[in-house]
């Protein structure tokens, strides 16, 4: 019996990449900006890469939504360690419902016992694409996870959430949907050897026949408002007097 694993992978603006907003007010520039893989589904796809080398998984499959570009990305999961890769070749502006019931239409056809996805995405930070797979398919979810473990029947598994007031531990019946936290692993490097075998790589792709029609629409996009520059003083007198009687913080 085959043990899929899937992995959500979404291409975003690099992390390292001032965001600059278009001049119409549109959305954000990404014509010759640098792309890359979301961080958090990163440590999303190590992690399922982790548990297949320990022995308790068959086959990792990556997963991306949008334009034929996403392939791209495919090919770094296939690099990371992902053992096959699926684009959703849509146009439709993406939104978490529609994502989330792409993602449901795949895990009805591969039928992996873990979803893993990143918390959220670095360009959108919406967080609810987990947490609306885990509700369509009706599994139990284990979000902000920072560490996970399989309980020894391996119908089971324990997630480690990072929650507002510390930690919590849960455990939660297989299958099921968790979402990646920062803390969960230090992702690796993608070796050459394995850069090569992703090119050669055959990636499935797919045309949906689902309703993904956008629910909200942006009106306008505009950059936060420009920080007024600080000042330099002399000594740290200065500086307390100006906080006393200036900004009257302290």
């Not at 086959?59 to 890769?85: H, K, P």
């Not at 979000?143 to 990072?162: C, G, H, P, Y």
């Not at 455990?171 to 936290?181: E, H, M, S």
Request: charged share 25%; hydrophobic share 45%.
């Amino acid at each position: 019996m085959q043990k899929k694993i899937l992995v959500a992978i979404k291409r975003v603006i690099d992390f390292n990449v001032k965001v600059r907003v278009k001049t119409d007010g549109s959305g954000v520039e990404t014509t010759h900006v640098k792309m890359s893989m979301n961080p958090f589904d990163e440590i999303a796809l190590e992690e399922a890469v982790r548990l297949k080398e320990a022995g308790h998984a068959s086959e990792i499959i990556a997963v991306s939504a949008g334009s034929e570009i996403c392939q791209e990305t495919l090919r770094t999961a296939l690099a990371l360690g992902a053992d096959r890769a699926i684009l959703i070749k849509t146009d439709t502006e993406l939104q978490p419902l529609g994502v989330a019931k792409l993602l449901k239409a795949i895990v009805t056809q591969e039928n992996p016992f873990l979803v893993f996805l990143g918390k959220q995405a670095i360009d959108d930070d919406c967080n609810q694409t987990g947490q609306i797979l885990a509700g369509l398919l009706d599994w139990p979810q284990g979000t902000f996870a920072s560490q996970i473990m399989l309980a020894e029947n391996e119908n089971k598994i324990i997630v480690v959430r990072e929650v507002d007031g510390g930690l919590e531990t849960v455990l939660l019946n297989l299958p099921a949907v968790i979402t990646a936290d920062l803390r969960l692993n230090q992702p690796r490097y993608a070796s050459l050897p394995n850069i090569m075998k992703a090119r050669q790589k055959q990636i499935e792709i797919i045309t949906p026949d689902i309703d993904i029609t956008p629910r909200l629409v942006t009106l306008k996009t505009e950059p936060p408002p420009a920080r007024k520059s600080g000042i330099r003083v002399n000594s740290a007198a200065e500086l307390v007097d100006k906080l006393t009687h200036e900004a009257k913080v302290i």
